[in-house]
């Protein structure tokens, strides 16, 4: 079993719809949490970055992590389709640079 | 700033082979990481250099090794090509010394193709 586990989809939305994507993770000694947004044939780039349990907003996204559950979530309100792309969520603890990534979600928002 | 840079961004190669491929971090950025993304098993973290040190290592392999220089500039090399390393590999850099010092800032990859 992974440590980060992310439904890949694909999740097809239409244009103007709240997404909603989801981890949930299983080492208890993550305290880092990270979204990422990879468009096909580019490097991932981080969207959201939350530490230990709470809420993050910034503009349509907001990311949310429980630690008593272990679930990770980023929420997209008014989706655009230019918002297609590979959610990838990531953790890790206080050791330094090594994320652990869910496999990733592929999200197409339709005009 | 000029992003993260990686070189070449398409490698075909023969079983057996190795390959290096190269990583140019942000200016100022000394901490690099590695990463390999296969659609099997997703984002995999290889390696991380700082200082010309490497600071966490992965469970992959003694093939896959790598190297920071004095410029924080990056190698990763595969040693003895299998058909199953063919992936996009990626490469990322941190400034330690900034307030978000977890934000890790990704290049585009380099695409190996193993055959």
């Known amino acids: 079993q992974k440590e980060v586990e992310q439904d890949p989809g694909p999740l097809s939305v239409p244009e103007g719809a709240i997404v909603s994507l989801n981890c949930t993770y299983s080492?208890?000694?993550?305290?880092?949490f990270m979204w990422y947004r990879q468009y096909s044939r580019k490097g991932p780039e981080l969207l959201m970055y939350t530490y230990s349990s709470g809420n993050k907003e910034d503009g349509r996204f907001t990311a949310q992590v429980d630690k008593s559950s272990k679930y990770i979530s980023l929420f997209i309100r008014d989706s655009q389709p230019s918002d297609s792309a590979t959610y990838l969520c990531?953790?890790?603890?206080?050791?330094?640079?090594?994320?652990?990534f869910g496999g990733g979600t592929r999200l197409m928002v339709k005009p | 700033k000029a992003g993260v840079t990686q070189t070449p961004r398409y490698l075909i190669k023969t079983r057996g082979q190795q390959v290096t491929l190269s990583c140019s971090p942000i200016?100022?950025?000394?901490?690099v990481s590695w990463y390999q993304q296969t659609p099997g098993q997703g984002l995999q973290f290889l390696f991380e250099y700082f200082s010309e040190t490497q600071r966490n290592k992965g469970n992959f392999p003694g093939r896959f090794s790598g190297r920071q220089f004095s410029n924080s500039r990056s190698e990763m090399n595969v040693s003895t090509l299998e058909l199953g390393d063919s992936a996009l590999y990626l490469c990322a850099s941190r400034d330690e010394w900034a307030s978000r010092t977890y934000e890790q800032y990704f290049g585009p990859g380099t695409r190996l193709t193993v055959t």
């Open positions: 990531a953790s890790n603890n206080n050791a330094g640079n090594m994320l652990t």
């Open positions: 200016s100022g950025h000394r901490s």
């Open positions: 080492n208890s000694a993550f305290q880092y």
